[in-house]
Structures are given as structure tokens and as C-alpha cells.
């Protein structure tokens, strides 16, 4: 007994005392020990440990708090901090040689696992993503370098299947009945039991439950649970998008029933102890479409620069962390925008009615107050709990015509808020040019517009316009965000960035190789900053080939995400910065008003003469958790454009559709190994112009120089090229078109079977997607 007690004393010395027992205390009825902790213990026990040795260690003794303690190793497991080998002991992935990740699949086959940490893909063979779906989440071994110098991996286990339903077309042929994925990056059939087709008829699309998860043995299997009904139907393409890519559609009973108590109107109770702000001319600038309205603005001259006043939805005091709203909108993690339908991330009682700064009427909201200097910096900043009243509800275009065109009609209806705009167009153009100081990079790229006529055919492919009032309203948010991120990074507040890398070491010698070629050159060395790219843009703007060097430049760079580890904005040039200004459709900005919260609450407790304000320790969210909810927002970030752009590419797919054999004029917008894709002209439509309809030569494709070149005749066909084409063939499941150069032979018409896609996709091998 004396050597046991012993034992259990060097233990506790071992391991001290868990340094987040506080926040675990305030989150758990049974507190248990952190992950933060536990991952310690494991780091610093140099060995792998089993439950009964983790659960001795933490002093653990109680049925329950073993039980605790087992959900969170099982759920640290699934977030891959842990891995559990066939002894139930348990790891560090990273000092077991593991890479753990996210599954990215090539319509091909094949696929990569992208690691939660920083480092290279892993490619994964065709056979080794027989066993996984798109978007799951894996541990993976590195087996070595294949032929093409990429680091190669076996996948050692699933640690989340995250593709539980699928939308197809169902097909019976020999007897065998079979769903073809709409998703493009599942690349296999689902399998369908004669049992389980129930209603579906051939041809038709449905959404399929997976009864069995593919395996290395077996194909994934099915169950019909919806038919959505014909190939053409009217607005299939978003009924097909939203349950292609699993977006939830349906709210919850349990969140109906939080919302019914929700009134119309602020609650008076919820307005005290709030900085009164209701008589500030403060206005919302959105589009002429827009139903929610997240942020309001106002400036004000000073002897010093200017007083900017950021009004932000305060979404954080009607969605409280655990309900079943706060549920629902981490699931969803930003609302989904098609043409003329959203998918909200919040109901509508909230989204257009509670949360929405609508005009006239008291909204609670948070406000980051900000005194700007006349050369654009801004001196100091604060947080404030307030309610308001917004005085206008505005457009882009009528900002743009008061302050840019000198509308005497619009000036003399909003001239009491005129003064008001006046001075944030000022502001505008200080901020302007300390952006271009800064060095952030300006991209000109062209997004569009579907108008749809009767029975929601498209009438025309318009480009969306972006005037100076966009751009009012732009800086306005990005020097709220860099402010949020300030205030929460010198509070040491867990918080999630929105965070941008530069350009990797491929990508950045390819762009050099191609740039050398043009003779042009790429400051900066090893690790341009963005002031280098921007410097490159503003010279080559005047050049007749400068769409195609920003293409290529845009390419280099890597996609934003949401990390608890700040790491800066490269595209901003900006070292701190995260988003704080949509709370209503993403959730990212949700958990930075909590954050921000938190401290003012705590604030105000100590100035009360109350409980001194709480450490960064006692916040609900651990770095542990934002790391999670990262990798959650992004990946929804991720899927909305991904089913956003589905919906758009068979919209336009239709609306080419009686259009085979038109000829029209076009850019190429990207070269490839097997042919040229090329936008058309003024509808904004883009399809490929396969090599093999590329006459008369043996064209050979240069990777760093964006082009085919021909063997014999040397005619080369480069990014940003003017071609002449026609349009040969629609098909509407691949969402392609074909062209062929307008000088080449026509081909002939397809008729209206071929032209909507037969059957769909082919089995075996698939075309690679543009």
C-alpha cells in the first residue's frame, strides 16, 4: 500500500495540475481533462498510453468520469490529434510518422490527402481511394515518391465519413440498378439493392442514403430515400446542388421551437446597459436585391481625420453556444447564395427580421469605433454593446450616383444623410491609397449575373458592375476586421483568422519560368510579399496580353481559410486580420462577436466592482476547438462554392443548349494537356476545345508557358489568345460544352437526345473537369 500511494504522489508530480480545469469546469457538469492536457501528458510521457494508464494519471476513478474521458479520446481521435493503434494505446499522429487530412477526389480516380498542418499533398492511387468518398477525413502513411516526384501514401485509417448521402441518376441495366453521382468528385457507383429502389424510374434524378461505406473489398451501397424528380424539370439544378453537396436544407423541430418565442420586435430589456446609438445617422449600403443586412456605417470629420463607426448585427445575443440554433449554424457554416434562391445560415425570423439592420427600426448590434488619421491609419480603436436605428436603407448604385454622378434628385431625398456619405467617400479614397501603399494586390476579375425571363428560362448572362460605392463599403469592413483581429489578438482570445498564404515554392517557380518568357520578373526572392505582385500588376496593366499574366499570377496563389494560428492576409497585406462584419451568414464572425463579448462583459463586471475580468483561459472555446471549427467553416466555405457553381455551370449548359452550331468570339482561359478552354465573349460561358479537334498539326502542351504549340506548323494557342469558335455539343449531367475553332469543318448538328446527355456519364475512365 506504501508503494502504491508513492506511486500515485510521483504521479501527480509528474502531472501537474490541468492548466484549462477552469474553462473545462465552466463548459461540463463532469469536468474531465483537456485536450491541451492531455496531449501534453502523451508529449511529455514519450510513450503511448491506453485509457486505464490515462485515466490513473488524471486520477480518474469514477464510472462516469472514465466514461467522459473515453468520449474525448474518441473524439480526438476523429479530429486526428490522436491515433489509437490495435492495443488500444493511444499516439501523437505526428510522432508516429502519420499524416492526417482531408480527401480531395479527382473526377479521374485518383485523389490527395491535404494535411491539417502545413506541408505537401499526398497523392493516393486510384486503388487506395476505392476505400474513401470525397471530403472524408483520414490518417495516411507515407509509402514513398512516385514517378512525378509527389509524396505517395497509403491510408492507415477513416477518421470521418463525411459523405452520407448522394445525388444521382438512377439507371437499370442487365438487371443491375445503380446511381451515377451528380458530384463529380465521386467517381464511384452506388450500388442499389432491388429492395431499396422503391419509386425511382430510369433517368430520374434521387438522393440515396449509404447503407454501407465503400471498403477495400466492396463498392458503397445505396438506398433510395427521395426521387427529385425528371432530367429538366424547372430549377432541378439547385434541388440537385443542395443534396449533391449534403447542404442542409431543413431546419430542425428543436430549432422551430427555440424560434417561436422570438418576437418581431427588440425586447426593451434586451436595450439596457447598451450604448445608446439610435440617433446616429447611421446607414446600410447593399445591393438592390440584398434582404439582410449586416452592417450599417457612418463617419464623421474630426480635427484629426475621421471617426468610423462599424455597426455589425449582434447575431451573438439571440444565438446562444449549445442551443439548437447555434447547432444548426455551425452545421451549415454560411448561408449558400444561387441564382435568385438562398440557402440561409440562420431562419428567416433572424436572418431578415431580428439580426437585419433594417431601416427605422431598433436593432441590437456590435460596433467597432474606429479614429482614422488623414493618412489612413487608424490611431485608436473600441468595442461597443449598443442598439441603433438604422436611417436608410441605401444601394450601391444610388450611393454611386449621389457621390460620383451628382444625382440632384437622390442627394435632396437622402440629404439628411448626406453629409455622412460624403465623408466616408473621403475616407474611401485616403484608404485607397494606403491599400495601394500596403501593397494589397487587385485582381481584376469579371463575376455575372443570370436574368431569368418566364418559367425561369435565362434570358441573358450579365457582368456584374462594381462601382466606387462597393469599394466605400469594402474598406470600411476590411478596417473593422483588422481591428477585431488587433483587440483579440492583445487579448490573447482563442479566435479563428481568416488567414492567406503566399505562393508555394512550385507554384512560385512556375510563375517565374512563365514571367522569365515574357521578360518580366517577380520581386522579392524566395518569399514575395504582396507589394511584389502588386507592383508586377500595375506594370503590366497597360500590355495587350495583361489578362493573361494575371490569370497566371492568380493561379500561383493557394485559397483562404479559417485558422486559429495567425499567420497574416497575403492578398490584403494585412499581418492580423480575420472577418467580423457578416455574423448573419457566416459562422466564423459569430465566434469572433463572442470572443469579443466575452472581454467586454468581463470588462464590465470589474468596473463594477465585481469578479476581476476573466483570463483568455475561461473563454468557452479552447485553440483546440477554433483548430476544429476552422477546418468545419472552411470546408463549408468550400462547398457552397462548389454546389453554387454546379447550379451555375448546368444553368449556363441549358442556356447554350439551342445554340449548336453558333458561332461566337472568345479568350482561352486556360490551356491543357488535352486541349484549350475558351470563355466566350459577352455571355461568359466557357467550354473546351479538345486537342483533337485541334487540325492539321501535332500540338504539344508547355505547362510553364500556358500553351500548345504545334510540331509543324509551330501555331501556338496560349492563355488570354482571341479564338473564333463553335459551339459542337452540350451536355448537361458533365455541365460541358465542346467547341471547335470556327475554321475548322462544321460538324454536324447533334440531335435533341445527344445534346441533353443521353444516359450521363460514362463508366471507366473520366474526362478530366475543367
Known amino acids: 500500500m506504501v508503494k502504491k500511494r508513492k506511486k500515485q504522489r510521483s504521479r501527480k508530480e509528474r502531472f501537474p495540475k490541468d492548466p484549462f480545469a477552469e474553462r473545462e469546469a465552466a463548459k461540463y457538469e463532469t469536468p474531465i481533462p483537456s485536450r491541451e492536457f492531455i496531449l501534453s501528458v502523451l508529449t511529455e510521457a514519450n510513450r503511448l498510453m491506453n485509457r486505464e494508464e490515462l ?95 509527389r509524396r505517395e501514401g497509403t491510408i492507415v485509417e477513416v477518421l470521418e465519413r463525411n459523405t452520407h448521402s448522394v445525388v444521382g441518376r438512377i439507371y437499370f441495366e442487365n438487371g443491375i440498378s445503380f446511381v451515377v453521382p451528380d458530384h463529380k468528385r465521386l467517381t464511384q457507383d452506388i450500388r442499389i439493392p432491388p429492395e ?25 451501397i445505396g438506398k433510395v430515400v427521395e426521387v427529385i424528380g425528371d432530367h429538366m424539370a424547372p430549377g432541378m439544378e439547385i434541388d440537385v446542388a443542395i443534396r449533391a453537396h449534403e447542404l442542409p436544407l ?238 483579440l489578438g492583445r487579448h490573447k482570445l482563442a479566435t479563428l483568422y481568416r488567414v492567406h498564404e503566399g505562393p508555394k515554392t512550385d507554384k512560385l517557380s512556375d510563375l517565374r519560368e512563365f514571367l522569365g518568357e515574357l521578360g518580366l520578373s517577380l520581386g522579392g526572392g524566395d518569399k514575395p510579399q504582396a507589394a511584389d505582385y502588386a507592383k508586377l500588376l500595375n506594370k503590366i496593366q497597360d500590355r495587350p496580353d495583361a489578362h493573361l499574366i494575371q490569370t497566371v499570377m492568380l493561379r500561383s496563389l493557394s485559397q483562404a481559410r479559417y485558422s486559429p494560428e495567425n499567420i497574416g492576409h497575403f492578398g490584403l497585406a494585412h499581418d492580423e486580420y480575420l472577418h467580423f462584419t457578416s455574423p448573419i451568414r457566416r459562422y466564423p464572425d459569430l465566434l469572433v462577436h463572442r470572443a ?20 483568455a483561459d475561461s473563454f468557452a472555446y479552447s485553440v483546440a476547438d477554433m483548430q476544429s ?15 453554387t457553381r454546379d447550379a451555375v455551370d ?21 490551356v491543357t494537356s488535352f486541349g484549350i478552354f475558351v470563355e466566350l465573349k459577352e455571355i461568359y460561358v466557357e467550354g473546351l476545345v479538345h486537342i483533337t479537334a485541334l487540325q492539321n498539326d501535332y500540338y504539344h502542351f508547355d505547362p510553364a508557358g500556358h500553351r500548345l504549340r504545334g510540331e509543324r506548323t509551330g501555331r501556338m494557342y496560349r492563355l488570354g489568345d482571341q479564338v473564333r469558335v463553335r459551339v459542337v455539343r452540350v451536355d448537361l449531367d458533365e455541365r460541358k460544352l465542346d467547341f471547335e475553332l470556327a475554321d475548322t469543318q462544321v460538324t454536324e448538328k447533334p440531335d435533341k437526345s445527344e445534346k441533353r446527355g443521353g444516359r450521363g456519364r460514362k463508366r471507366g475512365k473520366r474526362r478530366s473537369k475543367r
Open 55 to 149: 485515466a490513473y494519471a488524471f486520477g480518474l476513478s469514477r464510472e462516469e468520469d472514465i466514461e467522459a474521458l473515453r468520449r474525448r479520446l474518441r473524439a480526438m481521435e476523429r479530429d486526428g490529434q490522436l491515433l489509437r493503434n490495435r492495443r488500444g494505446g493511444y499516439g501523437l499522429v505526428e510522432r508516429m510518422d502519420m499524416v492526417r487530412g482531408r480527401i480531395i477526389a479527382h473526377p479521374d480516380g485518383f485523389g490527395f490527402l491535404v494535411p491539417d498542418e502545413p506541408g505537401d499533398d499526398l497523392f493516393l492511387s486510384p486503388r487506395q481511394m476505392r476505400t474513401v468518398f470525397h471530403d472524408d477525413r483520414v490518417v495516411a502513411r507515407v509509402t514513398g515518391i512516385d514517378r512525378r516526384g
Open 196 to 220: 431499396h429502389v422503391g419509386a425511382a424510374q430510369h433517368g430520374q434524378f434521387v438522393t440515396v442514403e449509404i447503407v454501407e461505406q465503400p471498403s477495400s473489398r466492396t463498392g458503397p
Open 250 to 487: 431543413q431546419w430542425p423541430d428543436a430549432v422551430e421551437d427555440e424560434i417561436q418565442g422570438l418576437a418581431a420586435e427588440v425586447a426593451e430589456s434586451a436595450k439596457r446597459e447598451r450604448v445608446d446609438l439610435r440617433d446616429l445617422p447611421l446607414v446600410t449600403i447593399d445591393g438592390v436585391d440584398s434582404r439582410d443586412f449586416d452592417d450599417a456605417v457612418f463617419c464623421k470629420r474630426t480635427s484629426k481625420g475621421w471617426r468610423l463607426t462599424v455597426a455589425i448585427a449582434d447575431v451573438s445575443h439571440y444565438v446562444k453556444p449549445g442551443t439548437a440554433l447555434d447547432q444548426e449554424a455551425h452545421q451549415r457554416g454560411n448561408s449558400v447564395y444561387f441564382p435568385e434562391r438562398v440557402i440561409p445560415m440562420l431562419p428567416e425570423v433572424l436572418s431578415n427580421g431580428l439580426c437585419s439592420l433594417n431601416p427605422q427600426v431598433d436593432r441590437l448590434c456590435m460596433v467597432c469605433e474606429m479614429y482614422i488619421d488623414q493618412h489612413g491609419k487608424v490611431t485608436r480603436s473600441r468595442f461597443m454593446e449598443a442598439v441603433m436605428r438604422s436611417h436608410a436603407r441605401l444601394t450601391y448604385d444610388e450611393v454611386a450616383a449621389m457621390l460620383i454622378d451628382g444625382d440632384r434628385e437622390l442627394r435632396a431625398r437622402y440629404q439628411p444623410v448626406l453629409d455622412n456619405l460624403e465623408q466616408l467617400y473621403s475616407l474611401y479614397k485616403v484608404l485607397r491609397k494606403l491599400r495601394s501603399r500596403r501593397g494589397a494586390i487587385d485582381f481584376e476579375t469579371t463575376e455575372t449575373r443570370i436574368v431569368f425571363g418566364a418559367e425561369r428560362k435565362i434570358e441573358r448572362i450579365v457582368p456584374v458592375e462594381r462601382n466606387d460605392a462597393h469599394k466605400i463599403i469594402e474598406e470600411c469592413m476590411i478596417a473593422a476586421n483588422v481591428c477585431s483581429a488587433r483587440f
Open 596 to 615: 469579443i463579448r466575452h472581454h467586454l462583459q468581463a470588462g464590465n463586471k470589474k468596473a463594477k466592482g465585481g469578479r476581476p475580468a476573466r483570463s
Open 629 to 643: 471549427l476552422g477546418e468545419h467553416c472552411s470546408m463549408t466555405e468550400r462547398r457552397a462554392d462548389d454546389a
Open 650 to 670: 448546368w444553368l449556363k449548359c441549358e442556356y447554350m443548349l439551342d445554340k449548336v452550331g453558333e458561332e461566337y468570339e472568345g479568350i482561352v482561359s486556360s
